[in-house]
T-cell receptor, first 114, second 115 residues
Framework: AQSVTQLGSHVSVSEGALVLLRCNYS??????LFWYVQYPNQGLQLLLK??????LVKGINGFEAEFKKSETSFHLTKPSAHMSDAAEYFCAVSDPGGYQKVTFGTGTKLQVIP | EPEVTQTPSHQVTQMGQEVILRCVPISNHLYFYWYRQILGQKVEFLVSFYNNEISEKSEIFDDQFSVERPDGSNFTLKIRSTKLEDSAMYFC?????????????FGSGTQLSVL
């Protein structure tokens, strides 16, 4: 069975500082990995995904994530935090063979301090 | 960008009552899903639906749950006899492909409170 673990349920950064949200996965097969963002009172929105190919993937709003197989990690980063980045972020994994189910982590709430 | 819409945004019900959560997926999508998130816990897969039948369901999706696409636009989740532990945010999602890596479009959720 696949799973993802997000380290830190709450992360606070200053505006302009580096954002680093951690995600480690467990999968018996090469996984597909995702980051979703949820703004208050809104649905889940896909930030970026890794399927195959380049291990550094770029997403919307300046976010990127790097797939590191040796570390079973898929951490999300952004060089400079903006106030509008305050939201909850979910890492997720999908088994390419079990195509219809996405397994989510518990989420990390990002607070951006002015 | 096209949206998945869910109604109502909040639903309060008494234990043992039936509830129906409604979703309007994106119009050209063929695959539909329900997920839920109990407060402080993970977003969990409940069920996927394609071609008017359930294609996969989780162990959470027991006989108390059912899904239906009653017409060409709505997709509903029915809980027959609600329990306290059914209190959660329920998300509907749709996609134009059945492969998990395709982009899932999520609605903003229905917060269900069972008293």
């Amino acid at each position: 069975a696949q799973s993802v673990t997000q380290l830190g349920s709450h992360v606070s950064v200053s505006e302009g500082a580096l954002v680093l949200l951690r995600c480690n996965y467990s999968s018996s097969v090469p996984p597909y990995l995702f980051w979703y963002v949820q703004y208050p009172n809104q649905g889940l929105q896909l930030l970026l995904k890794y399927t195959t190919g380049a291990t550094l993937v770029k997403g919307i709003n300046g976010f990127e994530a790097e797939f590191k197989k040796s570390e079973t990690s898929f951490h999300l980063t952004k060089p400079s935090a903006h106030m509008s980045d305050a939201a909850e972020y979910f890492c997720a994994v999908s088994d390419p063979g079990g195509y219809q189910k996405v397994t989510f982590g518990t989420g990390t709430k990002l607070q951006v301090i002015p | 960008e096209p949206e998945v819409t869910q109604t109502p945004s909040h639903q309060v019900t008494q234990m043992g009552q039936e509830v129906i959560l409604r979703c309007v997926p994106i119009s050209n999508h063929l695959y539909f899903y329900w997920y839920r998130q109990i407060l402080g816990q993970k977003v969990e897969f409940l069920v996927s639906f394609y071609n008017n039948e359930i294609s996969e369901k989780s162990e959470i999706f027991d006989d108390q749950f059912s899904v239906e696409r009653p017409d060409g636009s709505n997709f509903t989740l029915k809980i027959r006899s609600t329990k306290l532990e059914d209190s959660a945010m329920y998300f509907c999602a749709s996609s134009d492909s059945g492969t998990g890596w395709e982009k899932l479009f999520f609605g903003s959720g229905t917060q269900l409170s069972v008293l």
